[in-house]
């Protein structure tokens, strides 16, 4: 067998991130997947925290191509949101040669519960699952200071990447991975959970500028509200990998029936006027 027969096996994973191509976890992602996989990494050229599935449609997107520190297909900085990157890796940088996964992370920070639906690092992998390819995303959880170490992750997403890929998925539900920031062997394993719900406290910090006038910088504590094991929070902060499944599909079925009942009860479903 020849190397391009051999290299055609590898299975070719999109990586992207919320916290841009510099960041140390896409670092620590790409590290641990080009042992099992050819990596191209297309993301944001700077941080894009919590812009969510936003798509940049008022100016053009402009493409930087990257050297990075392992080798990898291809590494491009994008001046767009994780959604845009993941969009235009798909259909046009990649477009010859189509991605079998979408890997978003790691990420600077928990993506449990609510922060799903704030997260760019979610919101790439989802954009892979629009446009008909797997995907996951990888979060390292912390509690307290600046200091994150992505090596924590790096075995986790060395045994669940392949793990999925060799389940043939479905592009229908996302995987949201999240490590806590503990010692690697202070982990007790690896739960599957699901989104469990919280707030945050004091969400807004209210400062002065040098000149007297106020501004509001937000952050807040999580309160935890669905203290069941299952839940990825709990799940998290118990020293346990959440795996939580999400899915796509947001309709609410039951829901839908119930309220066409309602609505064509109370005669809303006739053409208004009638
Ligand atoms: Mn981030």
């Known amino acids: ?6 290299s055609a096996k590898r299975p070719h994973i999109l990586v992207s991130n919320d916290d841009g191509i510099g960041a140390p976890g896409i670092l620590a992602l790409v590290e641990a997947l080009v042992d099992v996989a050819d ?16 798509l940049t449609m008022t100016k053009p997107l402009r493409i930087f191509e990257r050297r990075f520190s392992v080798p990898v297909r291809r590494a491009v900085a994008v001046d767009g949101t994780p959604a845009d990157c993941v969009k235009l890796g798909i259909l046009e940088l990649l477009a010859d040669d189509r991605p079998d996964l979408v ?3 790691v990420n600077r920070g928990a993506n449990l519960g ?6 760019g690092t979610v919101a790439a992998a989802m954009e892979g699952l629009f446009e008909g390819i797997p995907a996951m995303a990888f979060s390292l959880s912390h509690h307290d200071g600046p200091e994150f170490d992505f090596s924590v992750v790096k075995p986790w997403i060395r045994r669940l990447v392949p793990w999925y890929l060799g389940l043939h998925p479905d592009p229908s539900t996302l995987i949201n991975v ?8 202070a982990i007790k394993g690896l739960r599957t959970t699901r989104l469990g719900r919280g707030r945050y406290l004091n969400p807004f910090d209210h400062r002065r500028d040098p000149r007297g006038h106020p501004y509001y910088w937000m952050a807040g504590t999580l309160e935890v509200l669905d203290q069941a094991p299952e839940a990825d929070l709990v799940a998290v902060r118990s020293g346990w990998v959440s795996l939580t499944p999400i899915a796509v599909a947001r309709t609410d079925d039951a829901q839908r029936e ?12 006739r053409p208004a006027g009638s």
């Open 103 to 105: 890997v978003s992370g």
């Open 1 to 6: 067998m020849n190397n391009s027969a051999q």
């Open 178 to 185: 999240n490590v806590p920031a503990i010692p690697a062997g």
């Open 39 to 54: 990596v191209s990494v297309i993301a944001p050229d700077r941080e894009r925290s919590a812009s969510s599935h936003a």
């Open 114 to 119: 609510v922060d799903v639906y704030y997260s």
């Open 258 to 269: 119930r309220l066409g009942a309602i609505l064509d009860k109370a005669g809303l479903c």
